[in-house]
């Protein structure tokens, strides 16, 4: 397995603002995913991102709204941009490792006001 | 494209009893892999147990199994011996074995295990 962290935990922030969520991870790892889960509901997959190539977006995902860096094997960070209430919920990244399995971080409780 | 399906939102069982988590799934894939997380309170997205499609044999660890239908497209998830730290959300999800290793996951099953 793999220690996967994010910063930050959580977040109150006012809508029209942005907020940049890192995610680090203790070894390098090639694929790194970003997942949305809204209060009571199920992950949603916003992105894949792969070092040294443009994430991948998922229908209903778009680069404006989520822009994501990825700029070494261990790091990556998701910005969700121009925010509404309706961006409330947790973000959570994952990497997989081997034998494609993904692990997760403790992820990022974001409330919109 | 492919969908997974967790027809029980909610279910409870009584501490040291046994309890099974259904999941369908629907794909024309041949090879795949399939999963089951388990999310408690403090969100931390947990693998449970993982199945290849190509392997007959169910999946076990320690006190989780599996049962794995692959003609029926079915994998469902049985704790043995329940303890209530197993108390959590519990995902079903699959990933095609080539490709963009994306999962898709189900709507999930919120277990609460009684003492």
């Known amino acids: 397995s793999a220690v996967i962290s994010q910063k930050p935990s959580r977040d109150i922030c006012q809508r029209g603002t942005s907020l940049t969520i890192q995610c680090q991870v203790d070894s390098q790892v090639t694929m790194m995913f970003w997942y949305r889960q809204q209060p009571g509901q199920s992950l949603t997959l916003i992105a894949t991102?792969?070092?040294?190539?443009?994430?991948?977006?998922e229908s209903g995902f778009v680069i404006d709204k989520f822009p994501i860096s990825r700029p070494n094997l261990t790091f990556s960070t998701l910005t969700v941009s121009n925010m509404s209430p309706e961006d409330s919920s947790i973000y959570l990244c994952?990497?997989?490792?081997?034998?494609?399995?993904?692990?997760f971080g403790p992820g990022t409780r974001l409330t919109v006001t | 494209a492919q969908t997974v399906t967790q027809s029980q939102p909610e279910m409870s069982v009584q501490e040291a009893e046994t309890v099974t988590l259904s999941c369908t799934y629907d794909t024309s894939e041949s090879n795949y892999y399939l999963f089951w997380y388990k999310q408690p309170p403090s969100r931390q997205m947990i693998l449970v147990i993982r199945q290849e499609a190509y392997k007959q044999q169910n999946a076990t660890e320690n006190r989780f199994s599996v049962n794995f239908q692959k003609a029926a497209k079915s994998f469902s998830l049985k704790i043995s011996d329940s303890q209530l730290g197993d108390t959590a959300m519990y995902f079903c999800a699959f990933m095609k074995q080539s490709g963009t290793y994306k999962y898709i996951f189900g709507t999930g099953t919120r277990l609460k295990v009684l003492a």
């Open positions: 991102a792969n070092q040294g190539s443009e994430a991948t977006y």
């Open positions: 994952s990497v997989d490792l081997r034998s494609h399995e993904q692990y």
